[in-house]
């Protein structure tokens, strides 16, 4: 149908530019004729068309928002697997941490079985050096709790009484 309108056009334009020399402006009138005739099957194409472009649009817009909804699941899903990336050094360290911890327990299980296996009075001698132990660490951190007051009690001591006499000082100087 588009064909018809590439033949009727040139006609139509032709008629309008070049004089005509004979039959009456004949030729004239076909080629207003064939060009207004065009150009109303060119717009009725152009608009069929247009109408068929919109029903097609409108056959894809779910697949247009299906692609949106696909877009931001793959964004979301590359978010999570940044935040793994991150995450992963940190869980190895933990797990090294927690797998060190692990072996210590076991060793330490397997002392506690040996102690167990061994006889009373070596039980109760190892209690006895445990307990002295534990006794002697408190001490000491008593005796350096007891040292570490004393001293702030003296320093106390010694700067208050001289800022207390300053202090005396200027107001009996300054304020009476």
Known sequence: MEWILLLALPFGVAGQFFPPRGLDHLEN????????LGLG?????????????RERMGQLTPLFAK????????RELRDNVEHIRDAV??????LGIRTAMINRLKADAESFDRLKDASRAEAEAVQELIDRTIARGQALSQRSVA???????????LFSMPI???????YDRWIK
């Open 89 to 94: 050094p940190e869980l190895e360290a933990e």
């Open 147 to 157: 040292s570490r007051e004393r001293l702030y009690f003296l320093a106390g001591l």
């Open 164 to 170: 207390g006499i300053l202090v005396n000082f200027l």
């Open 67 to 74: 692609l949106e909804g696909l877009e931001e699941s793959l």
């Open 29 to 36: 009138v076909l080629g207003l004729t064939f060009t207004v």
């Open 41 to 53: 099957v060119w717009t009725a194409l152009g608009k069929a068309r247009a109408d068929e472009n």
